[in-house]
């Protein structure tokens, strides 16, 4: 199976920071890589798909870059109802694989 | 608008079995392949298992491979969870993909509960 390792698991950032989050899979995925938002207790949110292509109606400080095994999803601007759980997914190969998550908290 | 609401979480003693169903509507259910993921408290998110518009695809975790069933009919997506474990307790979300083979996930429900235990 493809393991999807994120970086950093968590990390501190004020509002109107940049943030960046990382994705390396274990093994060449082209760029079958999706990204998604958590908040506490809610359903997942998609991000991006394609590695790059933002789901309708994210808006576009939210952007998405990489291919073969590094990915990075990257927050230009941070603002207060970003702060949340981050997850990348692989979809090239199956099963399917989430990374293991990064918090991104005040 | 996109909807998809899942039913049939619970309590449930290890070893049985239980049956997820996932209700859609707002989209042409035959036109997109279908997704479950779950997620153990406190813990990120597991794909479980997909199926593609046609049903013809279908692949699962390796976790739940042997023990879990998915289908679709109608506009329904089920998922039978057989010989469940403990490890298996978590909340169960339903996804619909972007297209009609399996891929990347673009609408998700709100998830049903599955608790398995003594």
């Known amino acids: 199976d493809i393991q999807m390792t994120q970086s950093p698991s968590s990390l501190s950032a004020s509002v109107g920071d940049r943030v960046t989050i990382n994705c390396r899979a274990s093994q060449d995925i082209n760029i079958h890589v999706a990204w998604f938002q958590q908040k506490p207790g809610k359903a997942p949110k998609s991000l991006i798909y394609l590695t790059s292509i933002l789901q309708s109606g994210v808006p576009s400080r939210f952007s998405g870059s990489g291919s073969g095994t590094d990915f990075t999803l990257t927050i230009s601007r941070l603002q207060p109802e970003d702060f949340a759980t981050y997850y990348c997914?692989?979809?090239?190969?199956?099963?399917?694989?989430f990374g293991g998550g990064t918090k991104v908290e005040i | 608008e996109v909807q998809l609401v899942e039913s049939g979480g619970g309590l449930v003693q290890p070893g049985r079995s239980l049956r997820l169903s996932c209700a859609v509507s707002g989209f042409t259910f035959d036109e997109h392949a279908m997704h479950w993921v779950r997620q153990a408290p406190g813990k990120g998110l597991e794909w479980v298992s997909g199926?593609?518009?046609?049903?013809?695809t279908i692949a699962y975790a390796d976790s739940v491979r042997g023990r879990f069933t998915i289908s679709r009919d109608r506009n329904s997506l089920h998922l039978q969870m057989d010989s469940l474990r403990p490890e298996d307790t978590a909340l169960y979300f339903c996804?619909?993909?972007?297209?009609?083979?399996?891929?990347?996930?673009?609408?998700w429900g709100q998830g049903t509960l599955v608790t398995v235990s003594s």
């Open positions: 997914q692989q979809y090239r190969y199956y099963p399917l694989t």
């Open positions: 199926i593609s518009r046609d049903g013809d």
């Open positions: 996804g619909k993909d972007i297209g009609p083979g399996i891929g990347a996930t673009e609408d």
